[in-house]
């Protein structure tokens, strides 16, 4: 059964940090491409960091360069995305997402498709994460 669950959420304080893992079960992350995802109260769901199993290139939202750091522990089969520099506006839920199709797109060098939320088939539950002083 293939699964994915997030962990790591809570809150923090602006400018603080916080590290989200994404564990995978029944199949194994190099095989994908793996994403994360979040969704604030009222907004629609946006794309924060992406990376490429192929050749391990990472893509990430303009706002969160330099902030959020994706990457993947091979040995766990866990995805996890470092965060710094938190601001109240990064509160949301939280989802990793893992694509088959994305993996195909990004390995064909097509990067927008390879973010897009459409390519990922498989996603955890989510984890909230708040930033509040």
């Known amino acids: 059964q293939v699964q994915l669950v997030e962990s790591g959420g809570g809150l923090v304080q602006p400018g603080g940090s916080l590290r989200l893992s994404c564990a995978a079960s029944?199949?194994?992350?190099?095989?994908?491409?793996i994403g994360w995802f979040r969704q604030a109260p009222g907004k629609e769901r946006e794309g924060v960091a992406c990376?490429?199993?192929?050749?391990?290139?990472?893509y990430s939202t303009d706002s969160m360069k330099g902030r959020f750091t994706i990457s993947i522990d091979s040995a766990e089969n866990t995805a996890i995305l470092q965060m710094s520099s938190l601001k109240p506006e990064d509160t949301a839920i939280y989802y990793c997402?893992?694509?088959?199709?994305?993996?195909?797109?990004?390995?064909?060098?097509?990067?927008?498709?390879?973010?897009?939320?459409?390519?990922?088939?498989?996603w955890g539950q989510g984890t909230q994460v708040t930033v509040s002083s």
């Open positions: 029944g199949f194994t992350l190099e095989d994908y491409a």
């Open positions: 997402a893992a694509g088959a199709k994305a993996h195909q797109y990004f390995s064909r060098g097509w990067v927008v498709a390879g973010t897009g939320s459409a390519a990922y088939e498989y």
């Open positions: 990376i490429s199993s192929s050749d391990g290139r990472t």
